[in-house]
Structure formats: structure tokens, C-alpha cells
């Protein structure tokens, strides 16, 4: 994740008024409204978050209160692993949550469907600032009717992270890599010649970078109107490409994060295909190998085709139950929507910004000496705005499950691509309702 912000403008002229608590599952739909001009802020915010983005709003709670002193904020970090059953438990029962909920880009499709009254609407308030954010994130922080439940808060634009000594060693030009064959092309020399497999993936157990090649073509699990696309041509070439990088020998079949760290510090891969957040973990994981890294974009699935999409992210939401929304949503803005701290937030928590004038700042044109000084973060600015918008709704997960069990079986064990998309798109009706595109 990754934001900054130094001013907010007063919620006089942004609040929320009529958005008090109430039960998610039986009130009608809280929209955040324009507040009466000249009202102060008071009382206490609370946030839920974890990790990083903890950290970075604990550090924004006290420059919030110094430009409104009658509000307190208190940041809980309530850990990953409880994040969700915490959050679903409190948007089913109406009560119980914080001013202000941390929201993975990938489950608000989820929230807004399943708890349509759950959230604060945020269209009107929101609304006029859309030009201004990654427009993936945008889109994925609404609903089918393009009603905006969360403020998109850091982008995961995908590149392709490489051991500039292993291409080296194998004379290879990153800059010759356009297409997912010339990777492949590329992998088999660097293997042949160093001993390095391309990158690392745990292909028994999931779809690995299926899901990422399918965005970069614009695809997703489901189309526009929330119809199943699982077994589009874009899955099919997908799945494809990570099929011949495992059958040349190019993918190191490993399970979990500290297997993922451990390959590339070892120089066991020569690539990661990552969100931008990767960058820090090089730098906080291995700084012995500062140097010895590039980054370029994705290769293309097809000649001229995109080159990024996203890989993680976050949101911030006011759940209608709310005791405090006027001040949730200041603060909410105040975090996302403001250069400096957003910045700010890419300098110390690495959260790379969703707000686009952000990236504006100086800081993402500067040489990045981790990276033998190329200025890296030009090239995620000009991508960000470029990663294809995919449709999530509340079924993704479900989806994600059944593409988890056709990868494996096509890779290891010879099984039909098509026949067997095909299935799980019929399993996915049958579970879902949904129509087959």
C-alpha cells in the first residue's frame, strides 16, 4: 500500500450528514451528503488496519488533530488474519465496527454486494475527485450501479522485477522483452547459462500468475454486467503461457512467502512478476543485493498488448453504522486525497499512491540507488493509469477457488485447458446463478 497528505478541506463543506448507525442488513442505503457549512469537527475517529498501512495512518492521526483539534484519532492494528471475519461479523450485526475500515481493492466488491447498506456512499462527496485516481481502483471500489463505497488508497501496478547480474551473465537485453515469449525465449538461455530458473511459482497448489496475465489483457472472472467469463480466450491464453514456462523448466515450484524471499535473494529466479510494493521488500529483505535489480514492464501476452496490472492495494470505507462519519470521512480524504501524504506514505510506509496528482511529486522522477539509480518509479507512474479495469464482484473468490483447481491439473497433469475452464464456468453458474457470457 502506499499514501500521503498534507491539507484537507473542512468537512464543512464535505460531511456526511444523516449517516448515524445503523443495522447493514435492514436499513436503507447511508449516503454521505454536504454538511452545513462552518461545522467543526469533534469526537473520536477509529480506524481499523494492519501492518504498513497501521503505520502510516498512526503517523497521519496527530497532523489530522493539529488542523482539527476537537478530533482524535486512534488507529487499532487488528492484524490480517482477523481483518475480515472481525469486519463481516460487524457489517452483518450493525455494530461494533470503526469509523473507519482498511478494505483489500479485491473484497469491496465483495462488501458492497453482500451488505448493501453496510457502507457509507461516498458518489456524492467523492464523485467530483474521480478523474484524480487509478481508474482500475476506482472501479473496483464501486458497485455495479458505479455507486463508490471506499476511497482507493495505494495502487499493486505490476512490472517485471529482474537479477540485472543473471541477465547479464546471460547476455540477455531486458529491453528486448516485449512478449511472454520472448520471455520464455530469454528464460531457456538464462537457464542454460546460469542455472537460474525465471521465477518462482507454487504451481501445485494454485493459478500463480494466471489471474495477472488475464487482467493484462483486460480480462477477468467476470464481465461488466457480472456475467462468467472463467473460460474467456484471454484465461485460455493465460494459462497457456504459464503452461509452456513450467514445461521448458522455468518455474521454481515452491510454497509460501519465505520461499518467494529465499529464491530471489539465492539467485535461484531471475524474475519476479510483482506489484510496485516489491521494490521495498528487495530493499528491506536483501539489501546485500542492492545493484543487482531492474525493473521493467510486464512482457505482453500479445505483441502491443498491455503491460501491467494489479497486484494488491487497499481502500478506506466508513461503515454506515458509523458514530463519527463527518470526521471518518475528513480523515479518510485528508489520507488519500491529498499530495503530501501521500507521498509522504510512499517515502516511509513504500504505499504507492492511487491519487494520481501525487505521482507528480518530484520524488517519483528521483534515481532510486537500490536499483543502480534508474528512476524506477517513472515507469510504474506512467503504467498505473494504464491497468485494465476488471470486474470482481461478491462471487470472486469463489471463482478464484475453481481456477485454483484447473491450473494444477492442466500444468502437472496433462489435463484439457478448454474442457476443463469449461466445467468450472458451469460449476461457477450452478453456485452463483450467474449467466455464462
Known sequence: MTLTRRHT?????????????????????KTAKQATEGKELTGTVTVWSWDVAATALKRLGPQFTALHPKVRIEVTDIGYDNAYDKMAVGLKSGSGLADVLTVETDHMQTYAA??????????????????????????????????????????????????????????????????WDDMIAAGTTILARTGAKLLVSDVSNGSGPVPTLMQQQGAGYFNAAGDITLDSPATLAAIDIVKRLNDAGLILNVKGWDALVSANKDGKVACAPSGVWWAGTLATEMPELSGKFGVIPLPAVTAGGGRTANNGGSTLAVPSQSKNPDAAWAFVRFCLADVGNQVSMMKAEGLFPAYLPALRDPFFDAPQKYFGDAPIYQMFREQTSKIPTITYTDDYTKAGDLLDAVVPGVLLRGKDARSELKSAAAQLAGQTKRKLA
Open 9 to 29: 478541506l473542512s468537512l464543512a463543506a464535505l460531511g456526511l450528514l444523516g449517516a448515524t448507525a445503523g443495522c447493514a442488513t435492514g436499513s436503507s442505503q
Open 114 to 179: 453482500q451488505f448493501p447498506t453496510g457502507l457509507l456512499d461516498l458518489t456524492t462527496v467523492a464523485g467530483p475527485m474521480k478523474a484524480d485516481f487509478d481508474p482500475s481502483k476506482w472501479s473496483a471500489s464501486s458497485d455495479k450501479a458505479g455507486k463508490l463505497f471506499s476511497l482507493p488508497w495505494d495502487s499493486g501496478t505490476a512490472a517485471l522485477f529482474y537479477r540485472t547480474d543473471l541477465f547479464a551473465t546471460a547476455g540477455i537485453d531486458p529491453k528486448s522483452i516485449a512478449t
